[in-house]
């Protein structure tokens, strides 16, 4: 059982269109995080929200935490092809470790 | 800071083969995971460490080992290569617990034929 599901699995869009991607469980999580990751490296942090409701912006993506702490929202405006590349969202079920999701991986074609 | 450093990058083994993974940080972090990545998917925990001498098993550890003798090196090991090991390796750290951001290396391709 995936503790942390996310969708969809695949996106492939033109440049300039928005885009949301979702990470949905049905446990409650005290944090999610935010990575992305191009091919051929590892994953790096974009954001954590921490409070339940919590927005966050970084430039052109905005996070956002569930209300309820179970769910997360990546939402990207005006795509760019520099935006490609698989976003995972992770949590801390308990003690110093996280849990992944399988991750959305994005195209954005120029 | 290098930050978080792997070798070697690639490797193919020989089914029943054995090698060890290096993983190496410099920014004094004490919280150190090795994850492993098959293609298209996330990350599956294989084996983590809170601190030099002190190591745990995470969701998929069958058929790896680890040691933490120090706080900068935190190698993994496999035993008997088996094709289900082909993957994309990749060691983490991290400050704190708390603070979950984690620090993330190149990775390790690996292809056991």
């Known amino acids: 059982t995936q503790l942390l599901e996310q969708s969809p699995q695949f996106l492939s869009i033109q440049e300039g269109e928005n885009l949301t991607v979702y990470c949905n469980s049905s446990s409650v999580f005290s944090s999610l995080q935010w990575y992305r990751q191009e091919p051929g490296e590892g994953p790096v942090l974009l954001v954590t929200v921490v409070t339940g409701g919590e927005v966050k912006k970084l430039k052109r993506l905005t996070f956002q935490f569930g209300d309820a702490r179970k769910d997360s929202s990546l939402h990207i405006t005006a795509a760019q092809p520099g935006d490609t590349g698989l976003y995972l969202c992770a949590g801390p079920p308990s003690g110093s470790r996280l849990t992944f999701g399988e991750g959305t991986q994005l195209t954005v074609n120029p | 800071n290098a930050g978080v450093t792997q070798t070697p990058k690639f490797r193919i083994l020989k089914i029943g083969q054995s090698m060890t993974l290096q993983c190496a940080q410099d920014?004094?972090?004490?919280?150190m995971y090795w994850y492993r990545q098959d293609p298209g998917m996330g990350l599956k925990l294989i084996y983590y460490s809170v601190g030099a001498g002190i190591t745990d098993k995470g969701e998929v550890p069958n058929g790896y080992n680890v040691s933490r003798s120090t706080t900068e090196d935190f190698p993994l090991r496999l035993e008997l290569a088996a094709p289900s090991q082909t993957s994309v390796y990749f060691c983490?750290?991290?400050?704190?617990?708390?603070?979950?951001?984690?620090?993330f290396g190149p990775g390790t391709r690996l292809t056991v034929t």
């Open positions: 920014m004094n972090h004490n919280y």
């Open positions: 983490a750290s991290t400050r704190l617990a708390m603070d979950y951001e984690q620090y």
